[in-house]
């Protein structure tokens, strides 16, 4: 446990080399946490692989579940102090960043602001925090799954408000039957989208009730506030990416690249590879394209103090 201030304490482990090339594993959601094991596509006999719950979720303190949770300190500023603050605290100089969906627009913030901490980085399922992906996530994924839609918006008293911010007022209520409820409707939109386009199955364990609740609270606190990013801050800043190497590994299948984004990250970050995974979606089909992106940087000297 990393005491990062403002009454956090982040979980973090290493596995794999102590002594390898350092790389941090960032999760989605937001809200998602890092789950109990290392990330598979790494080689551990050369990687120095460290990963850690975001704020309020996972293992990290106090958790978002709790019957009253303060979550004003939980923005993207700082996470991205407390990517830096392990950093810091591992005595790593840079390190590979591996950011799958949120982690993707984590990991391209992290890199804007500290690109000389970066080595190299992969992003996966990718967004980039366009307010685009945002709307296209909550209202625009409707056309395609209409009956789920249909009961996600039955789940709030105005459709017509910020859905997202509606969802999040619910989860907050101290009422347990409201904010419980609230987390499953918002779970099962989850889960709709998974099986977009129809037909195809989707396993995954059930939700359990303080995962739900505290990734739905979350989720729809980055929603509502759009991840506190310009909506232009890739196009504007993309030229600081230029130095780091870099590749984009998408699936052909994941609907959420309708908004074209990593077409808009792979001509923003000149140099960087884009690999287009046939049949991938955005939960399965991409490892063995990141796996060989992790196994052509492990060739590239690791540089910790």
């Known amino acids: 446990m990393l005491d990062v201030g403002d009454g ?6 290493a596995c794999g080399n102590p002594d390898g090339k350092p790389a941090l594993y960032v999760h ?5 946490g890092c789950g109990t094991r290392s990330p598979g596509q790494f080689d551990p006999a050369v990687y120095r692989v460290v990963s850690f719950d975001q704020r309020n979720c996972g293992r990290s303190t106090p958790h978002a579940s709790e019957p009253v949770i303060d979550l004003s300190t939980n923005t993207t500023d700082h996470l991205i102090r407390d990517m830096e603050q392990l950093r810091e605290h591992l005595g790593i100089d840079k390190w590979l960043l591996f950011g799958v969906s949120w982690g993707s627009v984590l990991s391209l913030t992290y890199a804007l602001r500290h690109p000389e901490r970066v080595s190299e980085m992969i ?11 945002v709307e296209w996530l909550i209202r625009g994924f409707g056309g395609l799954a209409p009956e789920a839609y249909e009961r996600f918006l039955a789940g709030v008293p105005d459709p017509g408000e910020d859905i997202s911010a509606a969802y999040h007022r619910l989860l907050m209520d101290p009422d347990p039957a409201v904010h419980r409820k609230a987390a499953e409707d918002w779970c099962a939109w989850e889960d709709a989208i ?83 995974v046939e049949h991938g979606t955005h939960a399965a089909g991409t490892a063995e394209a990141v796996m060989a992106a992790t196994d052509r940087f492990a060739k590239a000297p690791a540089h910790s103090s």
């Not at 509502?224 to 190497?245: E, F, K, M, T, Y």
């Open 8 to 13: 956090h304490s982040v979980y973090w482990m």
């Open 194 to 276: 998974a099986t977009v386009p129809p037909g195809r199955d989707v396993e995954h364990e059930p939700w359990e009730p303080r995962f739900q609740l505290a990734f739905a609270r979350i989720v729809t606190h980055y929603f509502s506030n759009r991840c506190w990013l310009a909506d232009d801050q890739l196009s504007r800043d993309g030229h600081v990416l230029q130095g780091i190497p870099g590749v984009i590994v998408h699936g052909q299948l994941d609907l959420g690249a309708l908004t074209g984004k990593p077409w808009v990250l792979h001509h923003a970050w000149q140099g960087s590879e884009l690999v287009i």
């Open 28 to 32: 989605g959601g937001p809200g998602s």
């Open 123 to 133: 992003v996966t399922a990718v967004a980039t925090g366009r307010h685009c992906e």
